[in-house]
């Protein structure tokens, strides 16, 4: 590694050894000049890696144009995309104003901030969507989080309005969102498994629902705000006390779920008719809050204003108009109040957005950027409470619905936007009349669907059971305390199983087998024949648990030579453990160099105390000597101090094991130039002339990859893949059945040549390397025999 005459100065003055590596140079190639090229890996530099976060200015105007992704298309924007968005748009809106106003109600707050919410989410987001399916706005599980948030705080500051509260959690939230979207810190979200989303989603749904069945029932002084348990438990206790909107409520939530199951039917008895048959069960919500506001009319229209005069509870007075617009309070007192459940919220902000539109992307071939999504939600959380919203995200129910109804482009929630303005100016005196127990059935029957069906939760079983266990855990945990507490333990759970796999990770040796890859028909005919050439050599682990056949019998490579692989990554969590086991299955398999090196019992470690008193050393031990090692890199792409640490450890001990010859360390599909880089400074990879004395490192032929060089109009060359030659200090065999190669030149650096492109290559070089030893030592045997001989 080359160091100028500063740094060299420098490290002269802290004592720093620069010139610590004893590698060997390159020879000479005894192949032609014309045909083969030398090629020297460069290892990468800390610059070289500063570099790459350099600014510049096509990166920054990249960056802009990512800030708002409508640039992109706005401009294509044609007639057909404005009838598919408004009919979608339009669509939601009539979704979007009983759900608002009932999500309201769960957050404890008046029916119109859900509108207020909903209207700002609609306007803000299509400026920086990168989904064209998502809907901002209103949800049933942070409206029930702001609810509990709500109830905590007054616990404790009574003075503090709800609105206030839910308004100041807003803004922070969106800024802290906002502020990771604008430093690109977007992949934050892939934190939060899978499991955790169903687990919080089911549990809250469960709980949002048992909820929601006193208002449906009418069932007066039930504490909804409890464990979830205690909720059913009290329900149950007071169904003596029902009054009459449980006929409100119970015929409402038959009705939304009729209409959907019998427009489900039609769908497949018409399918020519399956989108008109989609809008009617789209617009039953809408349907079924105007049914049961004409009965409440017709039934209270003597109260002139009061709700309470009303023979079954209503909504009430819904003020008109953006009357609570303005900016939200922020001071010391709010943002003490709320800052423990400042994480909760951001969690749910973002798990429950970057869940729902990665999904519809999928669904619908388009891939969003979580960054600019959490820019989208938290701008959208940022400016809204100035209009009187409180936390919003992504909707699934509402995104199912805009998906389904043909939206073009994100440019939709405008004309939604259009639909929840019109309400908040021209039908508020409308809401007066809505029932309290119809906009129950809607969060119930809204909230059905976020369950995670059984088979799903079956298919989870079948992929990784630990995980279903954490899934039920977070149900569980949700319905016998409260919703955060089902989202922690469900995080914390999946984090400590990521690290439980890590730590206890295992690796495994490799068994070569001859792999002949044939049709059933012709297998037979394939072994028994002379033609072998579709036979390779293949490497699996010899205990089976990768599911290959156990009775096919592996066989080592070749005796003495180790291939080790690595299951989980190789870093300081696990390196101790695959460590341990990679020296257990060296002494294991192969004998020490020098069986009786002690001439003294006392000079025996205690570790290794040898035969009994009186015993001899067995001197019969037929296992072979170590002599190589061949570490399978390819599910290893970073390398840190400590398992540096840790393979030079386990290289001084293997060679202090196989002494007085040192052990070759080989590695296989290293994908990642900082990993060789770390290798090297460890002293791996070249060969080391202090290591390897004159006597070793001469004495066999390295076996490296080559492959063609890619030049303009060469056919031959585009169809020439990488090969293994074998090398004497250069080249010696090349063809390829009768064919001519151009320029060759290696495909890792010839100053490496223990890094290898796979396993097969690694075993190549390790036994040409065990074989030049061998030939080494009966060669002095002879010229030992041969002196011996003259003398006599």
């Not at 350099?54 to 009838?83: C, D, E, Q, V």
């Not at 293949?538 to 290959?548: E, Q, R, T, V």
């Not at 004159?694 to 492959?707: C, G, M, T, V």
Request: glycine share 8%; charged share 15%.
């Amino acid at each position: 590694m080359a160091v100028n005459s500063v740094g060299r100065s420098a490290a002269k003055v802290f004592g720093i050894n620069v010139d610590y590596r004893n590698e060997e140079p390159i020879r000479s190639s005894n192949a032609s000049a014309s045909s083969v090229e030398t090629y020297v890996e460069e290892e990468p530099t800390v610059i070289e890696y500063i570099s790459q976060f350099k600014p510049s200015a096509g990166a920054f105007k990249h960056y802009l144009r990512t800030l708002f992704p409508f640039w992109n298309w706005i401009f294509h924007y044609n007639l057909t995309w404005l009838l598919g968005d408004v009919i979608a748009g339009v669509t939601v809106g009539f979704v979007v104003i009983p759900q608002g106003m009932a999500y309201a109600l769960l957050a404890k707050l008046p029916p119109e901030y859900g509108l207020y919410t909903s209207f700002v989410g609609f306007l803000l987001y299509w400026a920086f969507a990168t989904s064209k399916d998502i809907t901002i706005g209103t949800v049933a599980v942070m409206s029930t989080i702001v609810g509990n948030i709500v109830i905590r705080v007054q616990e404790t500051n009574p003075e503090l309005p709800a609105e206030v509260i839910a308004r100041a959690l807003a803004v922070i939230s969106g800024a802290v969102l906002l502020f990771i979207g604008l430093i690109r810190f977007g992949r934050i979200v892939e934190l939060i498994p899978l499991v955790a989303i169903t687990s919080f989603m089911t549990g809250a749904a469960i709980s949002i629902g048992a909820g929601q069945v006193p208002g449906l029932m009418g069932i007066p002084g039930v504490n909804t705000r409890g464990a979830t348990y205690l909720v059913i438990i009290n329900t149950l206790k007071g169904l003596p006390n029902t009054k009459l909107d449980a006929a409100i409520g119970l015929s409402a939530l038959t009705m939304l779920y009729g209409i959907r199951i019998f427009c489900n039917w039609m769908t497949k008895k018409q399918p020519h008719r399956k989108k008109f048959w989609f809008f009617i069960s789209t617009l039953r919500m809408a349907f079924v809050i105007l049914l049961y506001i004409l009965i409440s009319w017709l039934a209270n229209r003597h109260v002139k204003g009061d709700a309470k005069k009303a023979k079954f509870k209503i909504l009430g007075r819904v003020p008109r108009g953006f009357q609570h617009a303005g900016a939200p309070t922020m001071n010391k007192e709010v943002l003490t109040a709320i800052a423990p459940d400042l994480p909760v919220t951001i969690i749910v902000l973002i798990l429950e957005h970057i869940a729902i539109s990665k999904s519809f992307g999928r669904i619908n071939n388009y891939v969003i950027n979580p960054s600019q999504e959490l820019v989208a939600v938290g701008f959208t959380n940022l400016i809204g409470p100035f209009l009187g919203a409180y936390p919003a995200t992504g909707s699934f129910s509402r995104t199912a619905i805009k998906s389904k109804a043909g939206v073009r482009t994100p440019l939709a929630g405008i004309f939604t936007a259009v639909i929840v303005l019109l309400a908040l100016y021209a039908l508020t005196a409308v809401f007066f009349y809505i029932p309290s127990a119809g906009l129950s059935a809607v969060i119930i029957h809204a909230v059905g669907d976020l369950i995670t069906p059984p088979n799903v939760v079956y298919q989870f079983w079948e992929t990784s059971p630990l995980e279903v266990v954490i899934f039920f855990a977070g149900v569980f945990v949700t319905v016998f305390t409260n919703i955060e507490n089902g989202i922690y333990v469900t995080i914390a759970a999946s984090f400590a199983l990521l690290l439980w796999r890590q730590l206890f990770t295992h690796g495994v040796l490799l068994g070569k087998v001859r792999i002949y890859r044939s049709t059933p028909d012709a297998i037979t005919d394939k072994i028994g024949g002379e033609s072998h050439s579709n036979v390779r050599e293949a490497y699996l682990p010899i205990n089976h648990k990768d599911g290959s056949n156990p009775q096919i019998q592996l066989e080592s490579p070749y005796p003495g030579i180790l291939v080790f692989r690595f299951t989980e990554g190789f870093s300081y969590l696990n390196q101790q453990g695959y460590m341990d086991e990679l020296v257990a299955a060296a002494q294991h398999t192969s004998r020490p160099g020098i069986l009786d090196r002690y001439a003294k019992l006392g000079d025996r470690p205690w570790n290794d105390p040898g035969p009994r008193r009186g015993q001899q050393v067995n001197t019969d031990d037929h296992r072979p000597v170590l002599r190589a090692v061949i570490l399978d890199f390819s599910s290893v792409n970073h390398i840190d101090v400590t398992s540096v640490q840790g393979l030079i450890d386990v290289r001084n001990q293997l060679d202090r094991y196989a002494h007085p010859e040192p052990v070759e360390w080989h590695f296989a599909s290293i994908s990642s130039r900082w990993t060789k880089r770390a290798l090297t400074t460890a002293g791996f990879g070249y060969v080391d002339s202090q290591r390897f004395n004159e006597q070793h490192s001469h004495y066999w032929n390295r076996i490296h990859s080559f492959a063609t060089l890619e030049t303009s109009g060469s056919s031959s060359a585009r169809d020439t893949k990488a090969l293994d030659v074998e090398a004497n200090d250069g080249i010696t065999q090349v063809g390829r059945h009768g064919g001519q190669f151009g320029r060759l030149s290696t495909v890792h650096g010839q100053n490496r040549p223990f890094f290898h492109v796979d396993v097969q290559a690694a075993v190549e070089s390790a036994i040409a390397g065990a074989e030049g030893r061998l030939s080494n030592v009966d060669s002095e045997a002879t010229s030992e025999e041969g002196v011996r001989g003259k003398g006599e």
